[in-house]
Protein backbone atom coordinates (compact mmCIF):
# COMPACT_ATOMS: atom_id res chain seq x y z
CA UNK A 1 0.00 0.00 0.00
CA UNK A 2 1.30 3.55 -0.74
CA UNK A 3 2.20 5.77 1.85
CA UNK A 4 -0.34 8.34 2.82
CA UNK A 5 2.69 10.95 1.95
CA UNK A 6 2.46 9.80 -1.02
CA UNK A 7 -0.74 12.22 -1.48
CA UNK A 8 1.86 15.45 -1.08
CA UNK A 9 4.79 13.69 -3.38
CA UNK A 10 4.74 16.90 -5.31
CA UNK A 11 4.28 19.69 -2.56
CA UNK A 12 6.42 22.91 -3.14
CA UNK A 13 6.60 25.51 -0.83
CA UNK A 14 10.03 26.70 -2.32
CA UNK A 15 11.17 25.49 1.13
CA UNK A 16 12.53 21.62 0.84
CA UNK A 17 12.38 21.33 4.80
CA UNK A 18 9.02 22.94 5.14
CA UNK A 19 7.97 20.18 2.22
CA UNK A 20 9.28 17.12 4.65
CA UNK A 21 7.84 18.69 7.35
CA UNK A 22 3.89 18.75 5.90
CA UNK A 23 4.42 15.20 4.40
CA UNK A 24 5.93 14.05 8.05
CA UNK A 25 2.98 15.74 9.65
CA UNK A 26 0.37 14.25 6.92
CA UNK A 27 1.46 10.56 7.78
CA UNK A 28 1.67 11.40 11.73
CA UNK A 29 -2.18 12.45 12.13
CA UNK A 30 -3.19 9.99 9.39
CA UNK A 31 -1.55 7.09 11.57
CA UNK A 32 -3.93 8.43 14.60
CA UNK A 33 -7.05 10.61 13.06
CA UNK A 34 -8.93 10.37 16.08
CA UNK A 35 -6.58 11.90 18.74
CA UNK A 36 -5.82 15.61 19.52
CA UNK A 37 -2.60 16.72 17.50
CA UNK A 38 0.10 16.62 19.94
CA UNK A 39 -1.13 12.76 21.08
CA UNK A 40 -0.64 12.24 17.41
CA UNK A 41 2.79 14.09 16.80
CA UNK A 42 4.44 12.02 19.42
CA UNK A 43 6.25 14.29 21.31
CA UNK A 44 6.51 18.53 22.41
CA UNK A 45 9.21 19.23 19.52
CA UNK A 46 6.90 17.26 16.77
CA UNK A 47 4.11 19.48 18.21
CA UNK A 48 5.93 22.87 18.17
CA UNK A 49 6.45 22.09 14.51
CA UNK A 50 2.98 21.24 13.76
CA UNK A 51 2.05 24.38 15.45
CA UNK A 52 4.77 26.80 13.34
CA UNK A 53 3.62 24.83 9.95
CA UNK A 54 0.02 26.24 10.66
CA UNK A 55 1.28 29.63 11.52
CA UNK A 56 3.61 30.11 8.36
CA UNK A 57 2.23 32.35 5.98
CA UNK A 58 4.06 29.77 2.96
CA UNK A 59 1.19 27.42 4.28
CA UNK A 60 -2.77 27.42 3.44
CA UNK A 61 -5.69 25.02 2.93
CA UNK A 62 -5.45 25.38 -0.75
CA UNK A 63 -1.93 24.56 -1.37
CA UNK A 64 -1.74 21.65 0.54
CA UNK A 65 -4.74 20.25 -1.23
CA UNK A 66 -3.25 21.18 -4.26
CA UNK A 67 -0.54 17.50 -4.95
CA UNK A 68 -3.49 15.61 -3.44
CA UNK A 69 -5.93 17.04 -6.65
CA UNK A 70 -3.38 15.65 -9.14
CA UNK A 71 -3.12 12.80 -7.06
CA UNK A 72 -6.99 12.27 -7.35
CA UNK A 73 -6.82 13.41 -11.30
CA UNK A 74 -4.66 10.02 -12.02
CA UNK A 75 -6.97 7.79 -10.33
CA UNK A 76 -9.76 9.36 -12.02
CA UNK A 77 -7.85 8.57 -15.21
CA UNK A 78 -8.18 4.80 -14.65
CA UNK A 79 -11.87 5.01 -15.08
CA UNK A 80 -14.44 5.49 -17.94
CA UNK A 81 -16.74 7.16 -15.90
CA UNK A 82 -16.66 9.23 -12.54
CA UNK A 83 -19.09 11.13 -10.48
CA UNK A 84 -17.71 14.57 -8.98
CA UNK A 85 -19.84 14.92 -6.13
CA UNK A 86 -20.74 18.21 -4.07
CA UNK A 87 -21.97 18.90 -0.71
CA UNK A 88 -21.71 20.92 2.18
CA UNK A 89 -21.37 21.03 5.67
CA UNK A 90 -21.38 22.75 8.97
CA UNK A 91 -18.04 22.69 11.40
CA UNK A 92 -19.38 23.69 14.90
CA UNK A 93 -16.86 25.82 16.95
CA UNK A 94 -19.45 27.00 19.80
CA UNK A 95 -18.14 27.60 22.66
CA UNK A 96 -14.27 28.03 21.56
CA UNK A 97 -14.61 31.67 22.01
CA UNK A 98 -10.49 31.89 21.43
CA UNK A 99 -10.67 31.16 17.59
CA UNK A 100 -10.61 33.87 15.48
CA UNK A 101 -12.65 34.74 12.17
CA UNK A 102 -15.05 32.19 12.66
CA UNK A 103 -18.87 32.92 11.51
CA UNK A 104 -22.35 32.64 12.33
CA UNK A 105 -23.99 29.24 11.39
CA UNK A 106 -27.60 29.03 11.40
CA UNK A 107 -28.30 30.83 14.47
CA UNK A 108 -26.13 33.78 15.30
CA UNK A 109 -25.43 32.29 18.68
CA UNK A 110 -23.64 29.03 16.87
CA UNK A 111 -19.68 29.77 15.55
CA UNK A 112 -18.35 27.82 13.03
CA UNK A 113 -17.11 27.52 9.49
CA UNK A 114 -18.60 25.85 6.30
CA UNK A 115 -16.90 23.48 4.18
CA UNK A 116 -17.85 22.21 0.38
CA UNK A 117 -16.01 19.80 -1.07
CA UNK A 118 -16.30 18.23 -4.13
CA UNK A 119 -15.72 14.45 -4.16
CA UNK A 120 -14.34 11.93 -7.34
CA UNK A 121 -16.19 8.72 -6.79
CA UNK A 122 -16.34 5.79 -8.94
CA UNK A 123 -20.33 4.79 -10.06
CA UNK A 124 -19.57 1.80 -8.19
CA UNK A 125 -19.11 3.90 -4.84
CA UNK A 126 -15.10 4.08 -4.62
CA UNK A 127 -14.12 7.24 -3.96
CA UNK A 128 -11.10 8.57 -5.88
CA UNK A 129 -10.16 11.53 -3.55
CA UNK A 130 -10.84 15.54 -3.07
CA UNK A 131 -10.87 17.30 -6.22
CA UNK A 132 -11.45 20.75 -4.51
CA UNK A 133 -12.82 22.37 -1.48
CA UNK A 134 -14.55 25.65 -0.46
CA UNK A 135 -14.33 26.91 3.11
CA UNK A 136 -16.34 29.72 4.26
CA UNK A 137 -17.59 31.80 7.00
CA UNK A 138 -20.59 34.24 7.07
CA UNK A 139 -20.60 37.63 7.75
CA UNK A 140 -22.04 38.48 11.82
CA UNK A 141 -25.03 40.27 11.61
CA UNK A 142 -25.69 38.30 7.83
CA UNK A 143 -28.47 35.73 8.81
CA UNK A 144 -32.41 36.84 8.04
CA UNK A 145 -31.12 39.14 5.75
CA UNK A 146 -31.38 37.60 2.39
CA UNK A 147 -33.47 38.99 -0.44
CA UNK A 148 -35.47 36.82 -3.40
CA UNK A 149 -33.26 35.02 -4.86
CA UNK A 150 -34.24 36.68 -8.29
CA UNK A 151 -32.69 40.37 -6.91
CA UNK A 152 -29.11 39.92 -6.75
CA UNK A 153 -26.92 37.88 -9.58
CA UNK A 154 -25.59 34.70 -8.51
CA UNK A 155 -22.05 35.89 -8.20
CA UNK A 156 -22.99 37.27 -4.90
CA UNK A 157 -24.80 35.26 -3.42
CA UNK A 158 -23.56 31.70 -1.24
CA UNK A 159 -24.85 29.63 -4.08
CA UNK A 160 -22.28 30.82 -6.56
CA UNK A 161 -19.46 27.93 -4.94
CA UNK A 162 -22.79 24.98 -6.62
CA UNK A 163 -22.00 27.02 -10.00
CA UNK A 164 -17.99 27.24 -9.16
CA UNK A 165 -17.89 23.51 -8.53
CA UNK A 166 -19.45 22.58 -11.94
CA UNK A 167 -16.77 25.25 -13.45
CA UNK A 168 -14.03 23.43 -12.05
CA UNK A 169 -15.58 19.98 -13.14
CA UNK A 170 -15.93 21.30 -16.72
CA UNK A 171 -12.18 22.18 -16.11
CA UNK A 172 -11.54 18.61 -15.26
CA UNK A 173 -13.03 17.03 -18.01
CA UNK A 174 -11.31 19.04 -20.59
CA UNK A 175 -7.71 18.25 -18.79
CA UNK A 176 -8.52 14.35 -18.90
CA UNK A 177 -11.29 13.82 -21.92
CA UNK A 178 -10.86 10.00 -21.50
CA UNK A 179 -13.08 9.86 -18.67
CA UNK A 180 -16.51 11.58 -18.44
CA UNK A 181 -17.30 13.44 -15.56
CA UNK A 182 -20.47 13.99 -14.53
CA UNK A 183 -21.53 16.64 -11.45
CA UNK A 184 -23.41 15.06 -9.09
CA UNK A 185 -25.30 17.41 -6.62
CA UNK A 186 -28.51 17.17 -4.27
CA UNK A 187 -31.35 19.49 -3.98
CA UNK A 188 -29.36 22.56 -2.92
CA UNK A 189 -27.59 22.32 -6.26
CA UNK A 190 -31.10 22.84 -8.12
CA UNK A 191 -29.69 26.10 -9.44
CA UNK A 192 -31.10 27.05 -13.34
CA UNK A 193 -27.60 28.80 -14.19
CA UNK A 194 -25.51 25.43 -13.73
CA UNK A 195 -28.19 23.38 -16.52
CA UNK A 196 -27.77 26.89 -18.71
CA UNK A 197 -23.36 26.59 -18.00
CA UNK A 198 -23.55 23.48 -19.91
CA UNK A 199 -24.73 24.99 -22.76
CA UNK A 200 -22.23 27.82 -22.85
CA UNK A 201 -19.47 25.84 -22.13
CA UNK A 202 -20.56 23.36 -25.33
CA UNK A 203 -21.15 26.18 -27.26
CA UNK A 204 -17.39 27.44 -26.76
CA UNK A 205 -16.67 24.43 -28.49
CA UNK A 206 -15.45 23.02 -25.04
CA UNK A 207 -16.00 19.74 -23.76
CA UNK A 208 -18.52 19.86 -20.56
CA UNK A 209 -18.92 17.55 -17.94
CA UNK A 210 -22.33 16.11 -17.24
CA UNK A 211 -24.71 16.82 -14.56
CA UNK A 212 -27.26 14.99 -12.25
CA UNK A 213 -28.91 17.52 -9.98
CA UNK A 214 -32.06 16.12 -7.58
CA UNK A 215 -35.07 18.42 -7.99
CA UNK A 216 -35.85 21.69 -5.60
CA UNK A 217 -38.30 23.63 -7.16
CA UNK A 218 -41.31 22.27 -8.70
CA UNK A 219 -40.37 24.29 -12.22
CA UNK A 220 -42.54 25.29 -14.94
CA UNK A 221 -42.57 24.31 -18.55
CA UNK A 222 -42.20 25.49 -21.81
CA UNK A 223 -45.65 23.83 -22.36
CA UNK A 224 -47.57 25.15 -19.34
CA UNK A 225 -47.05 22.20 -17.31
CA UNK A 226 -45.45 21.73 -13.91
CA UNK A 227 -42.45 19.14 -13.83
CA UNK A 228 -43.28 16.92 -11.43
CA UNK A 229 -46.68 16.35 -13.15
CA UNK A 230 -45.47 15.98 -16.41
CA UNK A 231 -43.03 13.26 -15.01
CA UNK A 232 -45.42 11.92 -12.77
CA UNK A 233 -47.77 11.05 -15.98
CA UNK A 234 -45.12 9.44 -17.92
CA UNK A 235 -44.93 5.37 -18.18
CA UNK A 236 -42.62 3.28 -15.75
CA UNK A 237 -40.18 1.82 -17.18
CA UNK A 238 -38.15 -0.12 -14.71
CA UNK A 239 -38.27 -0.70 -11.56
CA UNK A 240 -35.34 -0.65 -8.66
CA UNK A 241 -34.25 -2.33 -5.26
CA UNK A 242 -31.88 -1.13 -2.85
CA UNK A 243 -31.11 -1.16 1.19
CA UNK A 244 -31.29 2.35 2.28
CA UNK A 245 -29.46 3.37 5.43
CA UNK A 246 -30.87 4.40 8.58
CA UNK A 247 -30.58 8.10 9.31
CA UNK A 248 -31.41 10.79 11.35
CA UNK A 249 -34.93 9.66 12.22
CA UNK A 250 -35.66 7.11 9.65
CA UNK A 251 -34.95 3.06 10.09
CA UNK A 252 -32.92 1.08 7.63
CA UNK A 253 -34.83 -0.59 5.09
CA UNK A 254 -35.74 -1.92 1.47
CA UNK A 255 -36.49 0.16 -0.86
CA UNK A 256 -38.41 -0.70 -4.50
CA UNK A 257 -39.20 2.14 -6.77
CA UNK A 258 -40.26 2.49 -10.01
CA UNK A 259 -38.77 4.52 -12.48
CA UNK A 260 -40.21 7.28 -14.99
CA UNK A 261 -38.14 9.60 -17.10
CA UNK A 262 -39.27 12.46 -19.37
CA UNK A 263 -36.88 15.17 -21.99
CA UNK A 264 -38.71 18.23 -21.32
CA UNK A 265 -37.97 22.07 -21.85
CA UNK A 266 -37.76 24.18 -19.09
CA UNK A 267 -39.15 27.67 -18.51
CA UNK A 268 -36.37 29.87 -18.03
CA UNK A 269 -36.32 32.36 -14.98
CA UNK A 270 -35.81 36.17 -15.12
CA UNK A 271 -32.38 37.25 -13.45
CA UNK A 272 -32.96 41.17 -12.91
CA UNK A 273 -35.38 41.46 -15.61
CA UNK A 274 -33.81 39.50 -18.14
CA UNK A 275 -35.00 36.10 -19.33
CA UNK A 276 -32.60 33.45 -19.71
CA UNK A 277 -32.87 30.61 -22.04
CA UNK A 278 -35.00 27.80 -22.21
CA UNK A 279 -32.51 24.14 -21.71
CA UNK A 280 -34.09 20.71 -22.46
CA UNK A 281 -33.41 18.19 -19.82
CA UNK A 282 -33.96 14.86 -18.34
CA UNK A 283 -36.67 14.41 -15.62
CA UNK A 284 -36.15 11.14 -14.03
CA UNK A 285 -38.78 10.46 -11.21
CA UNK A 286 -37.99 7.68 -8.57
CA UNK A 287 -40.85 6.86 -6.77
CA UNK A 288 -41.21 4.50 -3.77
CA UNK A 289 -44.56 1.85 -4.53
CA UNK A 290 -45.27 0.73 -0.84
CA UNK A 291 -43.63 2.76 1.95
CA UNK A 292 -44.14 1.21 5.57
CA UNK A 293 -47.26 2.46 7.32
CA UNK A 294 -46.54 5.57 8.84
CA UNK A 295 -43.31 6.37 6.95
CA UNK A 296 -43.31 9.01 4.35
CA UNK A 297 -42.27 7.34 0.70
CA UNK A 298 -38.71 7.71 -0.32
CA UNK A 299 -38.96 9.74 -4.24
CA UNK A 300 -36.61 11.72 -5.77
CA UNK A 301 -37.06 13.71 -9.05
CA UNK A 302 -33.22 14.18 -10.48
CA UNK A 303 -32.35 16.17 -13.64
CA UNK A 304 -30.13 15.87 -16.21
CA UNK A 305 -28.26 16.84 -19.21
CA UNK A 306 -28.05 13.48 -20.50
CA UNK A 307 -31.06 11.84 -22.37
CA UNK A 308 -32.52 8.48 -21.03
CA UNK A 309 -33.70 6.35 -23.72
CA UNK A 310 -33.54 2.59 -22.31
CA UNK A 311 -34.33 1.43 -18.67
CA UNK A 312 -30.57 0.33 -18.36
CA UNK A 313 -29.68 4.45 -18.78
CA UNK A 314 -32.19 5.02 -16.25
CA UNK A 315 -30.84 2.42 -13.74
CA UNK A 316 -27.77 3.62 -14.22
CA UNK A 317 -28.69 7.56 -13.81
CA UNK A 318 -30.39 6.47 -10.37
CA UNK A 319 -27.14 4.61 -9.48
CA UNK A 320 -25.14 7.87 -9.67
CA UNK A 321 -27.82 9.26 -7.54
CA UNK A 322 -26.96 6.98 -4.38
CA UNK A 323 -23.29 7.45 -5.12
CA UNK A 324 -23.55 10.55 -3.73
CA UNK A 325 -24.20 9.13 -0.08
CA UNK A 326 -20.31 8.51 -0.25
CA UNK A 327 -19.66 12.27 0.82
CA UNK A 328 -21.83 12.32 3.57
CA UNK A 329 -19.78 9.45 5.10
CA UNK A 330 -16.91 11.41 4.30
CA UNK A 331 -18.65 14.10 6.45
CA UNK A 332 -19.43 11.68 9.04
CA UNK A 333 -15.50 10.17 9.26
CA UNK A 334 -14.56 13.89 9.22
CA UNK A 335 -16.41 14.68 12.32
CA UNK A 336 -16.49 11.48 14.40
CA UNK A 337 -13.19 9.48 13.39
CA UNK A 338 -10.59 12.58 12.91
CA UNK A 339 -12.38 14.62 14.98
CA UNK A 340 -11.92 17.94 13.74
CA UNK A 341 -14.54 20.33 15.34
CA UNK A 342 -12.35 19.57 18.20
CA UNK A 343 -9.64 21.64 16.66
CA UNK A 344 -7.79 24.08 19.19
CA UNK A 345 -6.35 26.37 17.21
CA UNK A 346 -6.32 30.04 17.62
CA UNK A 347 -7.20 31.42 14.13
CA UNK A 348 -9.43 30.18 11.36
CA UNK A 349 -6.95 30.04 8.85
CA UNK A 350 -5.13 27.84 11.15
CA UNK A 351 -8.03 25.31 11.16
CA UNK A 352 -8.64 25.84 7.60
CA UNK A 353 -4.83 24.68 6.70
CA UNK A 354 -5.31 21.64 9.34
CA UNK A 355 -8.58 20.62 7.53
CA UNK A 356 -6.55 19.93 4.54
CA UNK A 357 -4.76 17.47 6.13
CA UNK A 358 -7.68 15.87 7.91
CA UNK A 359 -9.92 15.62 4.25
CA UNK A 360 -6.90 13.63 3.00
CA UNK A 361 -6.75 11.09 5.97
CA UNK A 362 -10.74 11.02 5.54
CA UNK A 363 -10.29 10.22 2.04
CA UNK A 364 -7.27 7.76 2.69
CA UNK A 365 -10.10 5.94 5.47
CA UNK A 366 -13.20 6.25 2.87
CA UNK A 367 -11.01 4.46 0.16
CA UNK A 368 -10.14 1.95 2.11
CA UNK A 369 -12.91 0.75 3.82
CA UNK A 370 -14.46 0.58 0.26
CA UNK A 371 -11.64 -0.81 -1.88
CA UNK A 372 -12.33 -4.53 -0.50
CA UNK A 373 -16.15 -4.31 -1.29
CA UNK A 374 -15.90 -2.73 -4.15
Given at each position: ?????N????????DK???????????????N?????P?????W?????AY??????K??G?KI???????????M???????????T?E???T?????????P???????????HP?L??????????????W????????????R????????K??SL????GY?Q?CD?????P????V???D?E????????????V?????????????????????D???????????E?????????P????R????????????RI????????????D???V???????D?P??G?????W???????V???????D?????????Q??I??????S????E????EKV??I???????????????F???????
Open positions: MVALSELKNIDFGRLNRRTRRLLEDLGNPGVSIVACNGGETKARLFDNDVDQLEPHYACSMERREHPIVLCIQDTLDYGKNDIEGLGLNYESRRGLYLTAVTPSQLCLGVLDAKFTREPGSLGQNPYWYDPIEKERWLERTYQQAIETRLYVARGDIYEIFFEQQISQKGKSAADWLIRSRFDRNTTGKKLWKSTQQSVIDQVEFDLAAKGKARQIIQSLRAVKLNPPFRRGKKLSVETALLASENPEEEPVELLLSNVPETSEQAVMLQWYLARWIEFFRILKGCKVELQLEKEAALSFYMIIAWRILLTTLGRV
